[in-house]
Structures are given as C-alpha cells and as structure tokens.
C-alpha cells in the first residue's frame, strides 16, 4: 500500500516555530517595528537618535519594500527595527520579521492596519516542512491595541490549512485523504459528515463518477452540515480534482505540472468553513465537494460521449480537459435542492480567467450587484482581492449541443470564464444568490506573507462579509 501522508490540521507548531501573537503582559521586553514608506525614508531617520541615524544611513536602508534593519541598544541588544514597505504600503510586510531566528517583536509607527500587519507576520511564518523539516525558531509578536488576537489567529490557521492541502502531492491527496481532512475538520467543531460512493455515486451524481471513472482511486462526494437547522442554510461547493492529466485530452507537460492545486477549490471551502464553525457563525453550514482524479485509461469518460448529471440536464462533452465545471455541476445541483440563502463555489476552472486577471485576482461571478459589491468590498478591508465579471447572456448560445441538453464547453475560443459560468447557472435556480469563483489558489512567485506554491484566496474577504451579514 502507498504511503498516506495525512494533511496538518490547524494550530500546528511547524519546525520549531513559535506560531503566535501575545498580548502586551505575556511579553517582559518587546523591539518596536516601525513601518518606513520609501519616500518617508530620510525623514524618518532624521528622526533617530545620532547614533540610530547613522547606522541606518551606514547600512544603507531606504525603504525599499522588504528592507529590514535592527538597531542596536547600547548593550547589543535589537532596540527597534526599522522595516522597509516600499511605496504600495504592503500590509503583510510585517512577514519579513520571519528572517529572524528569534525575538519578540511589537508594531510601532507607521501600522496602517494592524491587524493585517499581525496576520502578515503568522502567514510568514507559513512553511509546508512535510516532506523537509525546516531550521527551528521561536518568534512573537505584541499584539496591538484593539487586535482580536483570537481571530487573527483563527484566519491564519484556516490559511494554513487551505496552503496545506494544495501543496501536499497528489500521491498523498487522492479523494480519499480528502475526506479523511474533511471528517477530521468535521470531528473537531461538531459537524457530521457523509460520503457517497461506489453504485450510489454513479445513481446520484453520474457527472462526478465519470470524471473519475478512470482512476485507480474512485471518486467520492463529500457532504458536511454543522449548525441549527433553523439557521440561514450557507453552502459551499469545492472542485475536489485531486490531479487533472486532462484525461484523453491530455495537457502538456507544462500545463501538468501544477495540477496537484487542481483540488484548491476543496481547499478554499474546508478553509472557509474551518472559520465559520470556529467562530460560531450563526448559519446553517453545508460543504459539498465533489473529489475526483481526472485519470487516463480505459474507463475515461471520452470527447463527444453524452452524460446524464444529477440535474437530469444530457450534458455532450466537448472536451474532457473541462471536468471541472462537471465536478461541480452536480454538486451544485444537490446544493440547490434545498434553496439555500446563499449558495458559493470554488474552483480552479478555467485559463480563461488567469489570461484575463492573472493569478493574484480570482474572478467573481454572480447575477447579486448587491452582494458582489459587498464581497468586493470586503476583499479591499482585508486585502483579499477580487474581480467582477459578467455573466453575459448572449454566449449562452454557445454552449448549445445537437445532440444533448447543453455542451459543457463553448463553440467560440472566446471569454472562457465566462462561458464556465453560464454552464455552472443552469444547474442553479433555487438559491436566494449563487456566487461562482475562478481562482488559481497558486502563489508562483514568494511576497511578503505569501510563499510560493498553495494559497487561500477569497476565503479571507467570505468571512469578513459573512461575518458583517450574520454576525459573530
């Protein structure tokens, strides 16, 4: 048997690293952090002591986005340090305090947003060691006055957890290690959950056992429900594609590479929903994912076959490389059976959408102009960016079959994202408002608070706007 390699679940301590935020008391003696915008660099060094000014002049520090320098006290001991944010005012920047070996540290001046900059230092000290157990440090940070130490704590780890399974290989995250995170998440904070598989799977949702048919690894559907009842019904769809070959139409080499985060959909929805049920949320809280290994073999689903989905919709399939929005079809046809208030999903969909807005800004899609402003908004409160766009009716006409009900892919080689979209909405009717995210879950460049490789994007700017509509 394979090895499995059970995911980290939250409030992990990695390598050695002290991942925490105190309160002013837990800490005798603290160096203060000052943040220093490029252009505000000479006249805040100005502002130092003879000897302080000197140093840092010496030193050469300017600012620059990044920057990091300890000035000594008289008896060698860091005094204060002086942190560089560029000219953009990065929140995370405070993440660049993880260069230390250790320390306790506290924000001084120039914190424009505090508790940004006290998350920025936890998700920087993010590392994923499964596989290469890094140098062991002991770090902290003072929390500033008026941060809710609890809950920057509670976002951090649901980021953590969210990187975690988009970074572990997909030898180790098939669907059913999948699960195993979901039912542990769900031991945790009380939920229950249910898996379909096997004859019920192919009955009840023929779309994601096509998708999977292939694989040595059968498909499953995750279903978790936690809360009252009675509550506002709040579901989550995640595509839970634990690795895309693009089945026989197979991607390169290139586009493969990568496919492991082809489940951050999955990821983004156990994330969100680690939050909402530490928290307390007042919602009725249901999560589907539908977990799946796009394989190749005898059993691939093929170009042109007609599938039947849980919707009863024929489905002609157009390409086999679009068993995302499959995936999630019947997902979302179970989800809209019981008219929840509000209906959102997760996925890794579509190049389209990269092409469009690149891998820092996940595509929104929604017919709610009221509830796509406030999650916009939210984005910008936290710095969890987003970007609307249209779900335009005319290229409904594009995803016409002869043969079948629908096409799952369009006609035209233009607007992608689009189009996934409107296939998705004809599996939607009764939620009060269904909100679609295409998203690359991928940093592939290292910034501040940001590693390269899995990320969790959107979830942030959820649970801030869930938080403002239903109340902690």
Same mark, same amino acid.
């Given at each position: 048997?394979?090895?499995?390699?059970?995911?980290?679940l939250?409030?992990?301590? +990695?390598?050695?690293?002290?991942?925490v935020?105190?309160?002013?008391?837990?800490?005798?003696?603290? =160096?203060p952090?000052?943040?220093?915008?490029?252009h505000?660099?000479?006249?805040? $060094?100005?502002?130092l002591?003879?000897e302080?000014?000197?140093?840092?002049?010496?030193?050469?520090?300017?600012?620059?986005?990044?920057?990091?320098?300890?000035?000594?006290?008289?008896?060698?001991?860091?005094a204060?340090?002086?942190l560089?944010?560029?000219?953009?005012?990065?929140?995370?920047?405070?993440?660049a305090?993880?260069r230390?070996?250790?320390?306790?540290?506290?924000?001084?001046?120039?914190?424009?947003?505090?508790?940004?900059?006290?998350?920025?230092?936890?998700?920087?000290l993010?590392?994923?060691?499964?596989?290469?157990?890094?140098?062991?440090?002991?770090?902290?940070?003072?929390?500033?006055?008026?941060?809710?130490?609890?809950?920057?704590?509670?976002?951090?780890?649901?980021?953590?957890?969210?990187r975690?399974?988009?970074?572990?290989?997909?030898?180790?995250?098939?669907?059913?290690?999948?699960?195993?995170?979901?039912?542990?998440?769900?031991?945790?904070?009380? =939920?229950?959950?249910?898996i379909?598989?096997?004859?019920?799977?192919?009955?009840?949702?023929?779309?994601?056992?096509?998708?999977?048919?292939?694989?040595?690894r059968p498909?499953?559907?995750?279903?978790?429900?936690?809360?009252n009842?009675?509550?506002?019904?709040?579901?989550?769809?995640?595509?839970?594609?634990?690795?895309?070959?693009?089945?026989l139409?197979?991607?390169?080499?290139?586009?493969?590479?990568?496919?492991k985060?082809?489940?951050?959909?999955?990821?983004q929805a156990l994330?969100l929903? +680690?939050?909402?049920?530490?928290?307390?949320?007042?919602?009725?809280?249901?999560?589907?994912?539908?977990?799946?290994?796009?394989?190749?073999?005898?059993?691939?689903?093929?170009?042109?076959?007609?599938?039947?989905?849980?919707?009863g919709?024929?489905?002609? $399939?157009?390409?086999?490389?679009?068993?995302?929005?499959?995936?999630?079809?019947?997902a979302?046809?179970l989800?809209d059976?019981?008219?929840?208030?509000?209906? $959102?999903d997760?996925?890794t969909?579509?190049? =389209?959408?990269?092409? =469009?807005?690149?891998?820092?800004?996940?595509g929104?899609?929604?017919?709610?102009?009221g509830?796509?402003?406030e999650?916009?908004?939210?984005?910008?409160?936290?710095?969890?960016?987003?970007?609307?766009?249209?779900?335009?009716p005319?290229?409904?006409?594009w995803?016409?079959?002869?043969?079948?009900?629908?096409?799952?892919?369009?006609?035209?080689?233009?607007?992608?994202?689009?189009?996934?979209?409107?296939?998705?909405?004809?599996?939607?009717?009764?939620?009060?408002a269904?909100?679609?995210?295409?998203?690359?879950?991928?940093?592939?460049?290292?910034?501040?608070?940001?590693?390269?490789?899995?990320?969790?994007?959107?979830?942030?700017?959820?649970?801030?706007?869930?938080?403002?509509?239903?109340?902690?």
């Open positions: 048997m394979p090895r499995r390699v059970a995911p980290r939250p409030h992990r301590k +990695q390598s050695g690293v002290e991942v935020i105190v309160g002013r008391h837990e800490v005798d003696r603290s =160096a952090v000052h943040a220093v915008p490029k505000e660099a000479a006249r805040f $060094i100005g502002r002591s003879s302080h000014a000197t140093f840092a002049r010496l030193n050469g520090f300017e600012g620059a986005s990044g920057q990091l320098l300890a000035l000594p006290d008289a008896a060698g001991r860091i204060m340090v002086l560089g944010v560029g000219d953009d005012d990065d929140p995370f920047a405070t993440a305090l993880t230390f070996p250790d320390g306790a540290f506290a924000l001084g001046e120039g914190w424009s947003e505090p508790t940004l900059g006290a998350l920025g230092f936890l998700l920087g993010y590392r994923f060691d499964n596989y290469a157990p890094g140098k062991a440090k002991t770090l902290r940070l003072v929390a500033p006055d008026g941060v809710d130490v609890v809950d920057v704590r509670r976002i951090a780890d649901a980021v953590y957890l969210t975690d399974l988009i970074n572990t290989p997909a030898n180790d995250l098939g669907p059913a290690e999948l699960a195993d995170a979901a039912q542990a998440l769900a031991r945790k904070h009380g =939920a229950k959950v249910d379909t598989d096997g004859e019920a799977l192919e009955n009840g949702f023929p779309m994601i056992a096509a998708v999977g048919a292939a694989s040595a498909p499953l559907l995750i279903d978790m429900t936690w809360g009842a009675d509550a506002p019904k709040l579901t989550l769809v995640g595509k839970g594609v634990v690795f895309d070959t693009g089945g139409n197979i991607k390169p080499d290139r586009a493969m590479l990568l496919m985060k082809d489940m951050g959909g999955a990821a994330g929903a +680690q939050m909402i049920m530490d928290c307390g949320l007042p919602v009725r809280l249901r999560v589907l994912i539908g977990a799946a290994e796009n394989a190749i073999g005898g059993a691939a689903f093929r170009p042109g076959d007609v599938l039947r989905s849980r919707k919709l024929s489905v002609e $399939i157009g390409n086999t490389d679009a068993e995302g929005r499959l995936v999630l079809a019947d979302l046809a989800a059976q019981e008219s929840p208030e509000l209906l $959102i997760f996925s969909l579509t190049g =389209a959408a990269r092409v =469009a807005l690149g891998p820092d800004l996940p929104l899609f929604t017919r709610d102009d509830v796509a402003e999650i916009a908004l939210a984005g910008e409160d936290v710095a969890d960016p987003m970007w609307r766009l249209p779900l335009w005319r290229y409904e006409k995803l016409k079959s002869s043969i079948a009900d629908i096409n799952h892919i369009s006609s035209q080689p233009f607007a992608g994202a689009t189009t996934a979209a409107l296939f998705l909405h004809r599996f939607v009717e009764n939620a009060g269904y909100v679609h995210f295409d998203l690359f879950a991928w940093n592939a460049e290292e910034r501040p608070g940001r590693p390269k490789g899995g990320e969790a994007q959107t979830i942030r700017a959820l649970y801030q706007w869930l938080g403002q509509r239903y109340g902690r």
